[in-house]
């Protein structure tokens, strides 16, 4: 199974600063159709996970335009260009181009 | 709107059975690939199995772990997907959800607790 490592584990920032979350694969996420399957989830606390991004850099169409995913390859990474309080929780990367889908631990986002 | 609803969950002995539903509305079900994904207290997302359409085989693939154990099933009728669960272990004790293939959107989930 394809391995999905995060960094860091925890993430603690001030509103308004920057973040950022990296996410590995243990092989190439680029599918034969040329597309990488990579997608990031944000779960609060209490509730359901919810799709932030997906194909590494398509934001779904609730997410505002501070987050942002780029990468290729093996490395991605998630990007908040300023925190907001509504963005803690936790963030997850899962790989759907290889058989099984697979999911990075988890990186917490909280507010210092 | 795509919507989701998961039910089911209980708590159970080690060894016994349950069978979760998820009835799905807002998109044409019978074209979907659905999956189950869980998340263990405290823990991470785990992906349990995934069963395709009646048009592209209906077949199905499991995690591991579960594999033997868990079944996937649709009634493409209900627009309802099933995982029956089997023999049952403490490590299934969880949150379950199901997904489309897209992994979006996800329902409140069922928790499902595995203890004597």
Redesign the interface.
């Known amino acids: 199974d394809v391995v999905m490592t995060q960094s860091p584990l925890s993430l603690p920032v001030t509103l308004g600063q920057p973040a950022s979350i990296s996410c590995r694969s243990s092989q190439s996420l680029v599918y034969s159709d040329g597309n990488i399957y990579l997608n990031w989830f944000h779960q609060r606390p209490g509730q359901s996970p919810r799709r932030l991004i997906y194909k590494v850099s398509n934001r779904d169409s609730w997410v505002p335009d501070r987050f942002s995913g780029s990468g290729s390859g093996t490395d991605f990474t998630l990007k908040i260009s300023r925190v907001e309080a509504e963005d803690v929780g936790v963030y997850y990367c899962m790989q759907g181009t290889h058989w099984p889908s697979t999911f990075g631990g988890g990186t917490k986002v909280e507010i210092k | 709107e795509v919507q989701l609803v998961e039910s089911g969950g209980g708590l159970i002995k080690p060894g016994g059975s349950l069978r979760l539903s998820c009835v799905v509305s807002g998109f044409t079900f019978t074209n979907a690939w659905m999956?189950w994904v869980r998340q263990a207290p405290g823990k991470?997302?785990?992906?349990v199995g995934?069963i395709k359409s009646k048009i592209d085989g209906g077949t199905t693939?499991y995690?591991a772990p579960v594999k033997g154990r868990f079944t996937l099933s649709r009634d493409d009728s209900k627009s309802t997907l099933y995982l029956q669960m089997n023999s049952l272990k403490t490590e299934d004790t969880a949150v379950y959800?199901c997904v489309t293939e897209?992994?979006?959107?996800?329902?409140?989930?069922t928790l499902v607790t595995v203890s004597s």
């Open positions: 999956n991470g997302l785990e992906w995934r693939d995690a959800f897209w992994f979006d959107p996800w329902g409140p989930g």
